[in-house]
């Protein structure tokens, strides 16, 4: 199994900067993809950034300037890195990561229990 958890998250004030981290453990033998989300209130869970195996990123939209992410060389633990925060920022953010658990197996996804971010004045 593999476990996924977040740390970060917290209050702050609009224009501020937060970090939050993911950390992937268990028996993996390849995470191909991690990525941020976050669900708004009557809206579909949605990707906020998210880093392949080679590094390749992608943000949505909004997030595009404001937000970094990177991962460890060992591929397993994650950051994203947000400045600028805006009021609409404010969501619980989930950690997901896609992953093998051994050589030739399926990708399989995992999610974390999710980490809160409030932005208010």
């Known amino acids: 199994q593999v476990q996924v958890v977040e740390s970060g998250g917290g209050l702050v004030q609009p224009g501020g900067s937060l970090s939050l981290s993911c950390s992937a453990s268990?028996?993996?033998?390849?995470?191909?993809?991690m990525g941020w989300y976050r669900q708004p209130p009557g809206k579909q869970r949605e990707l906020v950034a998210g880093i392949t195996s080679d590094g390749n990123t992608n943000f949505m939209n909004s997030v595009k300037g404001r937000f970094s992410i990177s991962r460890d060389l060992a591929g397993k633990t994650m950051h994203l890195q947000m400045k600028d925060l805006k009021l609409d920022d404010s969501d619980v953010y989930y950690c997901?990561?896609?992953?093998?658990?051994?050589?030739?197996?399926?990708?399989?996804?995992?999610w974390g229990q999710g980490t809160q971010v409030t932005v208010s004045a």
């Open positions: 268990g028996n993996i033998f390849l995470i191909h993809v």
């Open positions: 997901h990561a896609l992953a093998q658990t051994r050589r030739g197996g399926r990708t399989e996804p995992y």
